[in-house]
């Protein structure tokens, strides 16, 4: 063989090579997107409840899909008084004696990851998932 076939056809095999490595990402991709997929249609089922809770004591469990007119609760001892709004799928502080507010202006919450707290009443509210399935992922990681 000349030289020049030997280059040909050493091209023509590195070009198979990374059309099958081009083939075998792809795969893996759609394989990927295939699992994320269903791991988010098990996800679907899941239903957001919140816990209330102070000084690590649980005051409250609401299964916020299951509410279904707006609400409120009074949650008030010798450290002060805070006021919890529940409607439909949410919950958030809408009152509180405490100077800052910090836990009045976090608004509204409805999924894990962002938490509500009022440090000086020792006011926690927390949105977990519970049902359909846990698939490994947390909040964050989506």
Request: aromatic content about 4%; hydrophobic content about 50%; overall charge negative.
């Given at each position: ?139 964050l990681a989506r």
């Open positions: 063989m000349s030289p020049q076939a030997t280059g040909a056809a050493g091209k023509a095999r590195a070009r198979r090579v990374e059309i099958l490595f081009a083939l075998a990402v792809a795969a893996t991709a759609l394989v990927l997107f295939a699992c994320a997929q269903a791991a988010g249609a098990a996800q679907d089922d899941a239903h957001a409840v919140a816990t209330v809770a102070r000084n690590g004591i649980v005051l409250e469990t609401i299964d916020l899909a299951e509410v279904s007119e707006p609400y409120t609760l009074r949650f008030e001892d010798e450290s002060g008084a805070n006021v919890v709004a529940v409607e439909p799928g949410r919950i958030r502080v809408v009152e509180a004696d405490c100077p800052d507010k910090v836990c009045v202006n976090a608004g509204w919450i409805d999924a894990p990851g962002k938490p509500i707290a009022c440090v000086p009443h020792g006011i926690t509210i927390v949105v977990e998932r519970e049902g359909g399935g846990a698939d490994g992922i947390d909040a």
